[in-house]
């Protein structure tokens, strides 16, 4: 039988945060940064909702990187299966990309403005409530003594980034018309489609993942990012 994990016991959760990594690693990409230790010591006394949230993400971005992945690979689109392929790929992507950027503002805001979180769990638009916070705090001090840093550049990047998933996500594919089938059957050039947007998002995956690991791990990530133990 295969195993079941405790993931309120902290030898659980580092064995499967070990084999989570080595899963990705197999899989030729690293989330070893992402330390579900430190998350569940840093935070599963004091606010267990802050260490689930850091499982959901590793999660997330190992499901969101596999696809990526494999939405390259089919990108060819020489024969109906591989347009099949690609398409289904392209709605697990922006489905998976919808469902990282929820997490990682619950954890931007739960971490670095713990008193400020019910407002923005009830603002009509946490995008929009998620964006004015960072524009004015661009500077956060978080539990563990760390200083993050939010440019607005990047702010202002994440929150258009989003505001594309959306579009792309909701109004076509839910509830009106497919795009995604429009442009993956019937364009020939990727470049004149929403794929050609990926590179943004793979050019600004670093700076995601070094403010999460910051907010989870705090010195102890910063110390092995200057030895290049991490990435």
């Known amino acids: 039988m295969h195993h079941i994990y405790d993931f309120t016991k902290e030898k659980d959760i ?102 400020g979180f019910k407002s923005f769990e009830s603002a009509k638009s946490k995008n929009n409530k998620f964006k004015s916070i960072l524009i004015k705090h661009q500077l956060v001090l978080l539990p563990t003594k760390m200083v993050v840093n939010f440019p607005v550049e990047f702010t202002e990047w994440t929150y258009n980034f989003i505001c594309f998933i959306n579009d792309q996500y909701r109004t076509p594919e839910v509830h009106g018309h497919g795009l995604a089938r429009k442009w993956v059957f019937q364009t020939e050039k990727l470049s004149e489609t929403p794929f050609n947007k990926l590179h943004e998002l793979i050019n600004h995956m670093g700076q995601f993942f070094s403010i999460i690991c910051c907010i989870l791990s705090g010195r102890e990530y910063a110390e092995e990012l200057k030895k290049g133990v991490v990435q």
Not at 59 to 83: A, G, K, P, Y
């Open 14 to 115: 580092a064995q499967f945060n070990d084999e989570l990594d080595m899963l990705s690693y197999s899989q030729k990409f690293s989330i070893s940064g992402l330390n579900l230790v430190d998350a569940y010591k840093n935070y599963y006394g004091t606010d267990n909702r802050v260490y689930y949230i850091a499982i959901d993400l590793k999660l997330n971005l190992h499901h969101l990187f596999v696809t990526l992945r494999e939405l390259n690979r089919s990108q060819s689109r020489f024969d109906l299966i591989s347009q099949i392929d690609f398409h289904r790929n392209w709605i697990n992507f922006v489905t998976l990309y919808r469902s990282f950027y929820e997490k990682y503002m619950n954890l931007v805001v739960k971490v670095g403005f713990p008193d």
